[in-house]
């Protein structure tokens, strides 16, 4: 069963969720890869504003592919979450409660999502056209210059994920692997 939840995301919300949590996300979220996140960290570290407010909102690790004629967005399946690891813990710091991505998160991500109560959430690889039908507007709103890893605004219905992280730390990848061995 799906919990629906709205983005920006609630401390509420974030604390009712627990690893294993399939969810259905609603509102606006933003997309930010590899070479976005360097910028706005960069801009940051030089006390700098990122290019949107950070409180609260949902980091969304893709870069689309083109759109094809009528469509609002190509594929937009989730990136390796690993590759922005040195730079989410400032952006946590700085208001930031959630991130979408595929793949395991580091010791220092982990402490930062626990320290500033907030979420990841895994979307599921390989299936960037199906994710791509959830997404009803997609606008650039920073470094246009980065292609398609500019920054884009969301607008997303019903996007589905699952609770990899929860606020506490409970992590779902390390839980599957010590029940797999308990068999």
């Known amino acids: 069963m799906y919990k629906n939840i709205k983005a920006p995301i609630s401390d509420e919300e974030i604390k009712a969720l627990k690893i294993g949590d399939y ?20 801009s940051m570290n030089n006390r700098d504003n990122p290019p949107f407010k950070l409180n609260h909102n949902i980091i969304y690790y893709m870069g689309p592919s083109p759109a094809r004629k009528g469509n609002i967005i190509g594929s937009a399946g989730p990136t390796t979450s690993s590759r922005m690891d040195k730079y989410t813990p400032l952006l946590l710091e700085n ?42 507007k997609a606008a650039v709103i920073a470094y246009d210059d980065l292609g ?36």
């Open 95 to 136: 208001g930031l409660k959630g991130m979408i991505g595929k793949g395991k998160r580091s010791k220092n991500v982990i402490d930062a999502i626990i320290k500033n109560k907030a979420i990841y959430f895994a979307a599921v690889g390989g299936a960037g056209a199906l994710l791509s039908q959830a997404i009803k």
């Open 23 to 42: 969810v259905y996300i609603t509102g606006k979220i933003y997309t930010a890869r590899d070479a976005a996140h360097e910028r706005m960290f960069e």
């Open 148 to 183: 398609t890893e500019a920054i884009r605004e969301l607008e997303v219905e019903k996007f589905p994920a699952i609770v990899v992280v929860d606020c506490e730390g409970n992590n779902l990848y390390e839980d599957v692997i010590k029940d797999y061995r308990t068999y």
